[in-house]
């Protein structure tokens, strides 16, 4: 998930994988990282074969297998945008501009109830956020929804900078916090103390701020005074 968990040659970084390696080694444990889907990661959880993960967000349903840890890694996640080329002709200023449009989106992906919720629109899902931003540029689709701090990153990393540009309509931050989330099956009291702990530790100490100065904002070349992550 570029920017936050990135892998190469079976090396896994970015500043998820980075802060589940700092709790790990704050509270004690070893950190064996699992690759796989958002379905078969949040099915591993409820049975215990997996114990934690990062990135999730709490709901209800997710309650009833996980606990969030109480210190979130964010304060909330960023604003929804939509990305058009800069030579195109697409003008996003309201909800209302995007019937006509084509949108990438990601297979599986949450973004806000009355997005997620409205059928009309025509998604144009793909397996990663990559391809979609690969699929604008060439003209197969009209605008990108995603996340702003992932959307600024990969334009960056992508060296797309010249050919897109953020539509001015925007969809705000549910405000939510960000927690890691805990599988209840698998994973002891006394284990998930010394992760609250650890984590606690991490926030008062500095060490997220730490993170995601070198995995994100140095690493994508996006100037720290933005604010995108909190």
Request: net charge positive.
């Given at each position: ?5 990135t892998e ?10 980075e ?9 004690g ?18 049975q215990?074969t ?11 349903r997710?309650?009833?297998?996980l ?9 909330h996640?960023?604003d ?5 080329r800069?030579d195109?002709?697409v ?14 989106t ?5 973004y ?5 919720r409205?059928?009309?629109?025509q ?33 960056s ?5 010249g ?11 549910d405000g ?25 530790d991490m926030?008062?100490a500095?060490?997220?701020?730490a ?7 140095d ?10 992550v909190k």
């Open positions: 998930m570029l920017p936050w968990i190469e040659d079976g090396v896994y970084g970015g500043a998820y994988t802060i589940a390696r700092e709790l790990a080694r704050r509270a444990l070893t950190l064996q990282i699992k690759p796989c889907p958002l379905k078969r990661c949040q099915f591993m959880l409820e215990g997996a114990d934690i993960m990062i990135g999730l967000r709490e709901t209800p997710r309650d009833t297998f606990y969030f840890l109480q210190t979130p890694y964010r304060e996640s960023a929804r945008v939509f990305y058009v800069k195109g002709n003008t996003i200023n309201d909800y209302a501009d995007i019937a006509p449009l084509r949108i990438g990601k297979w599986g992906a949450e806000l109830r009355r997005f997620d409205d059928w009309s629109v998604r144009d899902p793909a397996k990663d956020m990559e391809a979609n931003f690969r699929k604008l540029a060439l003209g197969r689709i009209d605008a990108v929804l995603i996340p702003e701090d992932q959307g600024d990153a990969l334009v990393a992508l060296h797309l900078d050919q897109l540009e953020k539509a001015a309509f925007r969809m705000p931050s939510q916090p960000r927690s890691v989330a805990v599988s209840r099956a698998s994973v002891s009291p006394e284990r998930l103390a010394a992760l609250e702990t650890a984590m606690h926030q008062k500095g060490a997220l701020t993170i995601y100065k070198r995995h994100y904002y690493a994508y070349h996006i100037p720290q005074g933005t604010g995108l």
